[in-house]
């Protein structure tokens, strides 16, 4: 079971363009949300998080946007650069032994053409 | 660097061989995780360790097994390797279990 459903896929933008990644999750317990962003052949690497008492967040071009209510929250890349070409992972966690890891969607394949 | 060690970089073996992933985690990190990476797939959650002990256990294989080390390095052990587990395999750490994971660089095995 899939705890973290992230779309699209692959995602194609022209270089200047704003890049969106979405992701919903089902369990309310969960109380951290980052995004991690993975060069190939590289560890993914932690680019930005949000706790649920906030709707955004944002560090430099990169914002969260997060929906409580609809149990979504997105990843919105400002002025796409093709340096920004990586795959995209986000992840969902929360208190609890059950909860006490990281759970990833599936990722997002972003290339930026120039 | 991100802090969190992965030996070696790069594995060869044969099939039917055994190895083993070592993994030394940020300091003062207590948890430890390792993730299967394929192909294009994604971050496939194997198992995780808190502080010398079992936490969590994903899809991972009877074939691997795992251990947290008094000194909180931690093993990966892979036996009677079949291609399909050719892979990179990633282990994070964290302070808090769940909470502000960072990743090693990966070691990738190829099972010839």
């Known amino acids: 079971q899939q705890q973290v459903k992230q779309s699209p896929q692959s995602l194609i933008v022209q270089k200047g363009g704003i890049s969106i990644i979405n992701c919903a999750y089902e369990n309310t317990a969960f109380d951290y949300f980052p995004w991690y962003q993975q060069f190939p052949g590289k560890g993914p690497a932690l680019l930005i998080a949000?706790?649920?008492?906030?709707s955004e967040k944002k560090e430099g071009r990169f914002t969260i946007s997060f929906n409580k209510s609809a149990k979504q929250f997105s990843l919105h890349i400002m002025d796409s650069q093709p340096g920004d070409s990586a795959t995209y992972f986000c992840a969902a966690s929360g208190r609890g032994s059950t909860l006490g890891r990281l759970y990833f969607g599936r990722g997002t394949q972003l290339t930026v053409w120039p | 660097d991100s802090g969190v060690t992965q030996t070696p970089k790069h594995l060869i073996t044969a099939t039917g061989q055994r190895v083993t992933l070592r993994c030394s985690p940020r300091s003062g990190d207590l948890s430890v995780y390792w993730y299967q990476q394929s192909l294009d797939q994604g971050l496939q959650f194997l198992i995780q360790?808190?502080?010398?002990?079992?936490?969590a256990k994903g899809n991972i294989l009877e074939r691997f097994s795992a251990q947290q080390f008094p000194d909180l390095h931690s093993e990966l052990n892979l036996s009677s390797l079949e291609l399909g587990d050719s892979a990179l395999y990633f282990c994070?750490?964290?302070?808090?279990?769940?909470?502000?994971?960072?990743f090693g660089s990966g070691t990738r095995l190829t099972v010839v």
């Open positions: 360790y808190y502080n010398g002990e079992e936490r």
């Open positions: 949000i706790r649920p008492d906030v």
């Open positions: 994070a750490s964290s302070v808090v279990p769940g909470y502000g994971y960072t």
